[in-house]
């Protein structure tokens, strides 16, 4: 800490539309690719900090997934005669600053300087969108574009998606629902919620498109995920919802722990998954 310096840690929630992105975490380096989280310590740059702002990104996602509600923290040490920011200015100025429009700084809150993002994670929960009646992904309405995962079915058996779902809940070795180069240590993981529903009827749709246009939801909850976990397991419930597998055939992927049989290797694409929201345990202490 620098000397006559006061540091402050804040845990900010922001959320992005993923699409222009290389995932949330930054790109150092040369690379033309970028992340969220490069946007975001430019920003923090504008602060003058003493030294400089490093965001500790709670939960990573990929390149084209996109997150209603992520969270980070971050240190800010201004000089002696400059009390700390309140969370209200700071996410003011990070949005100020912020050069991108497809990010922004939802709120902050001043936590103790151990407190630490990820590990404080409660849970994460993860939206997956998807469309039915759309037989080519250009029929698609331009405002849903890169925002769900169109299928070219006109209709889905939720039914058979919803018993297929059981089977994933409750801690298993997840080791078939993950994609290699995953850095986690174990493959087991405790899903505590997986539900497939309807979606409202999409305001961007034009009432002629309205009656073959469906939009559905699959939300999957846990402590974490590993590595491509949520859009595997997504591939797979839309197989069952297609009748190219039958729900019990989930359990016996599951049981297999081969990342590389033939019915899970389709990994749902990017674009229809949203990071819902990331809660942290309490700020105090």
């Given amino acids: 800490m620098g ?7 804040y845990l900010v929630y922001f959320q992005y539309l993923g699409t222009d992105f290389n995932g949330v975490a930054a790109v150092r380096g040369v690379q033309r690719a970028v992340g969220v989280q490069n946007y975001l310590e430019e920003a923090a740059e504008r602060l003058n900090s003493v030294v400089p702002v490093k965001f500790t990104i709670s939960s990573r996602t990929d390149a084209g997934v ?6 980070a923290h971050l240190d800010i040490q201004r000089r002696s005669d400059r009390p700390p920011f309140s969370p209200e200015v700071l996410t003011e100025a990070l949005n100020t600053h912020l050069k991108h429009p497809a990010i922004r700084v939802l709120q902050a809150f001043r936590v103790p300087s151990h407190f630490h993002a990820r590990h404080a994670a409660t849970s994460r929960t993860y939206l997956y969108r998807l469309a039915t009646g759309c037989p080519r992904p250009d029929r698609l309405p331009v ?3 890169n925002r769900c995962w169109a299928l070219q079915a006109d209709c889905l058996d939720v039914a058979a ?3 297929a779902a059981q089977h994933l809940l409750g801690t298993h070795d997840f080791s078939a629902f993950q994609s290699a180069g995953s850095p986690a240590a174990s493959p087991v993981r405790t899903l505590r919620r997986a539900c497939v529903s309807p979606d409202p009827a999409s305001p961007f749709v034009l009432p002629e498109e309205s009656r073959r246009l469906q939009f559905w939801s699959l939300e999957f909850e846990s402590q974490s995920f590993l590595y491509k976990q949520v859009r595997r397991m997504t591939a797979v419930l839309v197989a069952v919802g297609l009748g ?3 729900p019990a055939q989930v359990k016996a992927i599951l049981d297999s722990r081969d990342p590389l049989g033939k019915h899970q290797s389709r990994v749902a694409p990017a674009h229809g998954l949203f990071l819902k929201s990331v809660p942290a345990c309490t700020l105090s202490g």
Avoid: I, P, T
């Fill in 244 to 246: 190219a597998l039958m």
């Fill in 66 to 71: 996109h997150a209603l509600s992520n969270a």
């Fill in 143 to 145: 405002f849903e574009r």
């Fill in 161 to 163: 998606m919803q018993e």
């Fill in 3 to 9: 000397a006559g310096s006061v540091r402050a840690r």
